[in-house]
């Protein structure tokens, strides 16, 4: 701002050239107090972040050590909580995959035996037919 120039006029500085820059000063305090806003909320999040993975703590040089290994501990912890419950959910389905096969193929077994009584029946009917049919042809060629 040390840089700044104004034109001198009968009674002071140009108005129009102060108005412009205290504008832009306006615009420029109005965008760092936004991104100070936007900053606060990200640690705000982080923070909150931590929090729900219990880990609670402050880095300096003495501790960041213990800080690295309680955050890699609460990570290794985290992250065999959610394999566990990913095998957990994968077994669940193969098992209900399973079943759905095991039903699938036992009514298809049904499905085939019922078929092949109905083909009996339907064998049955068209060997009386035949018959039937010879009966009539034999008794017409008489």
């Known amino acids: 701002m040390s840089n700044v120039n104004f034109t001198t006029v009968e009674n002071g500085y140009s108005p129009s050239e102060v108005d412009r820059y ?3 000063l306006q615009q420029e305090y109005a965008n760092a107090v936004a991104w100070g806003e936007e900053m ?5 999040a982080l923070k909150k972040q931590t929090e729900e993975l219990g880990v609670y703590f402050t880095i300096d040089e003495d501790n ?3 800080v690295i290994d309680k955050v ?3 990570l290794t912890v985290t992250v065999n909580k959610v394999k566990e419950e ?3 959910k994968a077994k669940d389905i193969v098992e209900k995959a399973n079943e759905k096969s095991r039903n699938i193929v036992r009514q298809a077994m049904e499905n085939s035996v019922e078929l092949r009584t109905q ?4 064998m049955k009917n068209l060997k009386s037919i035949n018959d039937m049919i010879n ?3 034999d008794k017409a060629a008489q």
């Open 22 to 24: 205290i504008t832009m």
């Open 40 to 44: 606060e909320a990200k640690l705000e």
């Open 64 to 66: 960041q050590n213990e």
């Open 72 to 74: 890699f501990t609460q």
């Open 86 to 88: 990913a095998d957990k």
């Open 119 to 122: 083909n009996s029946l339907i």
């Open 135 to 137: 009966v009539i042809l």
